[in-house]
């Protein structure tokens, strides 16, 4: 039997374009980040995670699926990159273009 003593709440959270999804769960203290994605069950509602490809973190900083959780963690499970920010920004250099705070981009 589990001692409540022993729980801590942390969510795991996913985003795609068309949906996002925050699940706040109790785990038992010593669970790690990938524990926690799967008893989250979530999934099973975004079957397209692959937890061999997709990176995970913990509050927008990349982590170890091996990380054991604290208490308020929030899980993250990131979307590959649809392109690369750095090529981006090149690729506006070379048209001209400058890109401005706040993603606005304007001829310079």
Not at 75 to 100: F, Q, T
Request: net charge positive; glycine share 8%.
């Amino acid at each position: 039997m589990v001692n409540v003593a022993d729980q801590i709440k942390v969510e795991v959270a996913y985003a795609r374009e068309d949906q996002q999804l925050i699940l706040e769960l109790m785990v038992t203290q010593g669970t790690t980040l990938e524990q926690a994605i799967e008893q989250s069950g979530i999934l099973h509602t975004f079957p397209e995670i692959d937890l061999k490809h997709n990176k995970t973190g913990i509050f927008g900083k990349l982590g170890k699926k091996t990380a054991e959780l604290k208490a308020g963690d929030r899980v993250e499970i990131y979307r590959p990159l649809i392109a690369d920010p750095k090529e981006v920004r090149r690729k506006r250099e070379a048209e001209g273009k400058k890109m401005k705070k706040g993603g606005d981009s304007r001829k310079s």
